[in-house]
């Protein structure tokens, strides 16, 4: 199955919903469709917040801050969460979650996390970095630091394609801005997992899906403004 089959149905109910805390003239109407969709989905994620929890916790996390927020969905727990940013050093920026759990991450590519459990200590990224921000094609290495039961580093080294796939305009939240989609596909050391993103004229990636290891699998991060 392609990256975009893949997260097609999250993408539908995250883009809807998140739609419906804007400004828009037809916010009415974009809520009574979501409604409709998480209750259809409800029998395959349970766990799943109902279109009202979400969209009147966004809607209040936007309205009481002025700090960059995001949305989180973690696709293996089915938990979705808020994001706020908490620390910015340079490239790099940490968000945390209302249990502070964090992650960090690079001009928006995740490269530590803190509080999900076999966290993702560390990763290289740079070479992917530069390809995806220009929304560029071409081939980059990327490395993964873990820590096994007995804290010893765990580390895996990958070999990544990246690919551009066309352009779309992204409304969600408080973001609305002209998108490259890229991917990065990436292998080795026995592990493989394909990222996307969606990424800005300025090389800010806004929305993303990225792997963080073989047991946290793959986490969905939107940005809200």
Same mark, same amino acid.
């Given at each position: 199955m392609s990256f975009h089959k893949r997260s097609v149905a999250l993408f539908l109910i995250l883009a809807l919903a998140l739609a419906a805390c804007g400004n828009q003239p037809?916010? /009415?109407? /974009?809520?009574? &469709?979501v409604k409709g969709l998480v209750k259809k989905r409800a029998s395959v994620t349970p766990a799943a917040p109902s279109a009202d929890d979400l969209t009147k916790g966004i809607t209040v996390a936007l309205d009481t801050t002025e700090k960059p927020l995001a949305l989180a969905f973690i696709?293996?727990?089915r938990n979705f969460t808020l994001l706020t940013e908490v620390? &910015?050093? /340079?490239a790099?920026?940490?968000?945390?979650?209302?249990?502070?759990r964090t992650l960090s991450e690079r001009h928006?590519?995740? &490269?530590?996390?803190r509080?999900?459990?076999a966290d993702l200590m560390a990763a290289q990224v740079s070479p992917s970095l530069a390809l995806i921000r220009n929304a560029h094609s071409g081939r980059a290495d990327r490395t993964h630091i873990y820590l096994d039961g007995e804290n010893h580093e765990v580390i895996i080294r990958l070999s990544c394609q990246i690919k551009t796939h066309g352009t779309e305009v992204?409304? &969600? /939240?408080e973001i609305h801005s002209a998108v490259t989609v890229v991917s990065e596909d990436c292998t080795g050391d026995g592990v493989t997992f394909l990222n996307t993103y969606k990424v800005t004229s300025g090389g800010r990636i806004v929305q993303s899906r990225q792997w963080l290891g073989t047991e946290n699998g793959y986490i969905t991060v939107q940005k809200l403004r």
């Open positions: 037809d916010r /009415g109407k /974009g809520l009574e &469709v696709e293996d727990r620390s &910015v050093n /340079g790099h920026s940490t968000w945390a979650s209302p249990d502070r928006g590519i995740i &490269v530590s996390s509080g999900l459990g992204l409304s &969600v /939240g």
